[in-house]
C-alpha cells in the first residue's frame, strides 16, 4: 500500500464548476499536512496546509480527518489558471518546537483541467 | 523568485558517469532536502540535512550522497548513473519554526 494516495484523474471541469480532490495516508502518526500545486515541469508550490479544523482560503478549502487518515480538497467557481497538478502531501515526523523533520512523502498528484 | 536556486536547469548524462546537482538556500534557511521525480509521479524523498549532517534518507541507494555547506548551499552526488537515474530532482529548505517547504525549479537530468 503506498503511503500517500490520490486519484489521479486527469479531471476535466469547466470554468466556474466545483472540484473535489480526496487523498488517504497510511501513517497514522503523521503530524503535517499539506497541498501543493505542481504546474507542467516546474516545481510544486505549497497550496496551503491542512488543518484538523479545516481552513480555507479563498476559493479553496481544505480539510483533514484524522480518524480516517483523509485529507480533501475542494476548488469552488474553478478558473482556467486553476488547471495544474495538485499534490497530496504529508510529514510523518515532526521535532519539538514544530521544525519540520524527515521526509515530505507526496502522492502521486490528481490533474486538473479547466476548460472554458 | 522562490529564494531557492538550483544549477544546472537541464543536464544529459551517459550511464555510468558522475554527476553533482547544486542548491542554493536562503540565509537561515538550515534544513535542506532533496527529491526525485520520475515522469507522471509524485516527487520521492532521497534525504534532508540538518545544519550540515545527514538526518533522514529515503529509499535511495548509497550512490545517491550529499553535502550541506555553512553559506546554505548543498549538492547531491550521483554515481555510477543508470538509466532509471532520468528525472526533476529537486531541492527544497525550510527555515527554522516552518513546516512548509520551498522548493527550487528543479535540475531535469537524463541519462542515457
Known amino acids: 500500500r503506498k503511503e500517500v494516495e490520490q486519484d489521479p484523474g486527469p479531471f476535466n471541469v469547466p470554468e466556474g464548476a466545483t472540484v473535489a480532490f480526496n487523498c488517504t495516508y497510511s501513517?497514522?502518526?503523521?503530524?503535517?499536512f499539506f497541498w501543493y500545486r505542481q504546474d507542467c515541469r516546474k516545481e510544486p508550490k505549497l497550496l496551503m496546509s491542512?488543518?484538523?479544523s479545516g481552513n480555507e482560503d479563498g476559493r479553496f478549502t481544505a480539510q483533514l480527518n484524522r480518524a480516517s487518515q483523509y485529507i480533501s480538497l475542494l476548488i469552488r467557481d474553478s478558473k482556467l489558471s486553476d488547471s495544474a497538478t495538485y499534490l497530496c502531501?504529508?510529514?510523518?515526523?515532526?521535532?519539538?518546537?514544530?521544525?519540520?523533520?524527515?521526509?515530505?512523502?507526496f502522492g502521486q498528484g490528481t490533474i486538473l483541467t479547466v476548460h472554458p | 523568485e522562490t529564494g531557492v536556486t538550483q544549477s544546472p536547469t537541464h543536464l544529459i548524462k551517459t550511464r555510468g558517469q558522475q554527476v553533482t546537482l547544486r542548491c542554493s538556500s536562503q540565509?537561515?534557511?538550515?534544513?535542506v532536502s532533496w527529491y526525485q521525480q520520475a515522469l507522471g509521479q509524485g516527487p520521492q524523498f532521497i534525504f534532508q540535512?540538518?545544519?550540515?549532517?545527514?538526518?533522514g534518507r529515503g529509499n535511495f541507494p548509497p550512490r545517491f550522497s550529499g553535502l550541506q555547506f555553512p553559506n546554505y548551499s548543498s549538492e547531491l552526488n550521483v554515481n555510477a548513473l543508470e538509466l532509471d537515474d532520468s528525472a526533476l530532482y529537486l531541492c527544497?529548505?525550510?527555515?527554522?519554526?516552518?513546516?512548509?517547504?520551498?522548493f527550487g525549479s528543479g535540475t531535469r537530468l537524463t541519462v542515457v
Open positions: 491542512v488543518y484538523s
Open positions: 527544497a529548505s525550510s527555515p527554522p519554526g516552518e513546516r512548509g517547504y520551498t
Open positions: 501513517n497514522s502518526a503523521s503530524q503535517s
Open positions: 502531501v504529508v510529514n510523518p515526523d515532526e521535532r519539538a518546537g514544530g521544525t519540520s523533520y524527515g521526509k515530505l512523502t
Open positions: 540565509s537561515g534557511h538550515n534544513t
Open positions: 540535512y540538518y545544519r550540515e549532517e545527514e538526518n
